[in-house]
């Protein structure tokens, strides 16, 4: 069967699509977009997150028919879509709108790590701020950056799916509290850590976020 959807704001087919196919093994193996990783094939580990109209989805569990037409962002598409999502809020406040801002507690823990790259001496935006750039010249994401400022990416095989999943958290909840934290990242599983690196990436970026939207 042909599967079509939209991956990471692009239009996209696949054809000759078995039905028992994952949506995981369409984006892997026949989109070319091998950012979700296949571990479990079971759920369980988070490694394979990507968001299907929006919400978390694990992609092994996902049949590939259930994605006709429907939107899929993958952690390639992260920066693509932190940016569509700021250019709303920008337009959003331009209308008259309340423009999104950081409430509740705030991360002072996090503060020391928003010191690393986020301004240089001369005054311009240093690695971790907005239009951060791979050595290849890829952009990132906020989070993206965060994680690698943070020293939050190890091995990098779960890294993808704790990135789509922290992108969503912060998207609802710009403030978040450690145990917001761990509740959004409780479905992914790392085994290289003891997830402090990856809870100071989450933090980090929260806190660049709130510095970023607020008056």
Known sequence: ?????????????????????????????RLGLPGSKNACEQGECGSCTVRLDGALVCSCLVAAGQAEGREV???????????????????????????????????DAARRWSAHGTQEPDGTQGP???GSRTAGGAELAPVQQAFIDAGAVQCGFCTPGLLVAADELLEHHPDPSDADIREALSGNLCRCTGYEKIMDAVRLAAVRQSEETRP
């Open 1 to 29: 069967m042909r599967v079509r959807l939209t991956v990471n704001g692009r239009p996209q087919e696949a054809d000759d699509v078995w039905e028992g196919e994952s949506l995981l093994y369409v984006l892997r193996e």
């Open 128 to 130: 971790g701020g907005a």
């Open 73 to 107: 962002v993958t952690v390639e598409g992260l920066a693509d879509f932190a940016r569509r999502r700021s250019r709303a809020a920008e337009d959003g406040a331009r209308d008259g709108e309340e423009a999104p801002h950081a409430t509740g507690t705030p991360l």
